[in-house]
């Protein structure tokens, strides 16, 4: 239990992390004429993340989750390939990347990192899906798993 709280903290840091950059870019975005739609919808977006990080652990410690080596170190690999993703996302977009929806007019699509892939639209949905299945299940939280994926 005690490293599925690392790794909660450590996720938990590098969404932190994702706050100070998107702060930046929104700046940014801003000041060239961004315009930012679904505003309504950004809270319930925090409130969701955040019930991931904190949900999860409760659960595992509430309902007392083994930890299944086997579904666990599977998991983690897939939390580690989506923070990878999420990252090449990140810097692909570079200042157009945001946590909310900001759109800069006139801005051609980026065709650069993972947005090349036509098949592969919007790549940093696919991390955040993954991850919000996947770091529960790092240790069988899987009634968080479901209901942050639902």
Same mark, same amino acid.
């Given at each position: $239990?005690?490293?599925?709280?690392?790794?909660?903290?450590?996720? !938990?840091? /590098?969404?932190?992390? /994702?706050?100070? *950059?998107?702060?930046? &870019?929104?700046?940014?975005?801003? @000041?060239?004429? =961004? *315009? /930012?739609?679904?505003?309504?919808?950004?809270?319930?977006?925090?409130?969701?993340?955040? @019930?991931?990080? #904190? !949900?999860?652990?409760?659960? *595992?410690?509430?309902?007392?989750?083994?930890?299944?080596? =086997?579904?666990?170190?599977? $998991?983690?690999?897939? #939390?580690?390939?989506a923070q990878g993703l999420r990252w090449w996302c990140i810097l692909s977009l570079g200042p157009r990347w945001n946590t909310r929806v900001i759109v800069v007019p006139g801005l051609p699509l980026v065709t650069r990192g993972p947005y090349r892939l036509s098949w592969l639209r919007h790549? &940093?949905? #696919?991390?955040?899906?993954? /991850? !919000?299945?996947?770091?529960?299940? #790092?240790?069988?939280?899987?009634?968080?798993?479901?209901?942050?994926? @639902?």
């Amino acid at each position: $239990m005690i490293w599925y709280l690392v790794l909660i903290l450590l996720v !938990g840091l /590098e969404r932190l992390a /994702e706050l100070v *950059v998107s702060k930046r &870019n929104a700046a940014w975005s801003m @000041a060239r004429g =961004g *315009v /930012e739609t679904g505003q309504g919808h950004y809270p319930w977006m925090v409130l969701l993340h955040t @019930a991931l990080l #904190v !949900g999860a652990p409760l659960e *595992v410690w509430l309902a007392g989750r083994p930890f299944l080596p =086997g579904l666990g170190w599977t $998991m983690l690999a897939l #939390v580690l390939a989506a923070q990878g993703l999420r990252w090449w996302c990140i810097l692909s977009l570079g200042p157009r990347w945001n946590t909310r929806v900001i759109v800069v007019p006139g801005l051609p699509l980026v065709t650069r990192g993972p947005y090349r892939l036509s098949w592969l639209r919007h790549p &940093n949905y #696919v991390a955040v899906v993954v /991850e !919000g299945f996947a770091l529960p299940l #790092v240790h069988t939280a899987w009634v968080t798993a479901v209901a942050f994926t @639902a």
